[in-house]
């Protein structure tokens, strides 16, 4: 980047977020991954790590958060 900033691909965001990279993946298809810094090669996003740094969720809240999205409620 111009910046100088390194750019972090699937498997280093994936490390931060304490994920798999096909879950990163999964994530960035359904749009819970902040938008790509870089999009320059087609279909290898990149992001700064600055991106994932400032006012997002850590990995346990972004855990909690896709737990209680995914539980089926039944009213007995």
Known sequence: MA?????WGY???AAHLGISVQA???RKSRGSLPAPDD???PDRP?????TF???SPSAEE??????????TFRSD
């Open 11 to 13: 498997p280093e965001v």
């Open 46 to 50: 990149r992001w700064k790590p600055a």
């Open 62 to 71: 972004s855990a909690a958060i896709y737990t209680a999205s995914t539980q």
């Open 24 to 26: 990163a993946r999964s």
């Open 3 to 7: 910046d100088g900033q390194p750019l």
């Open 53 to 55: 740094r400032t006012g």
């Open 39 to 41: 999009t320059t090669v």
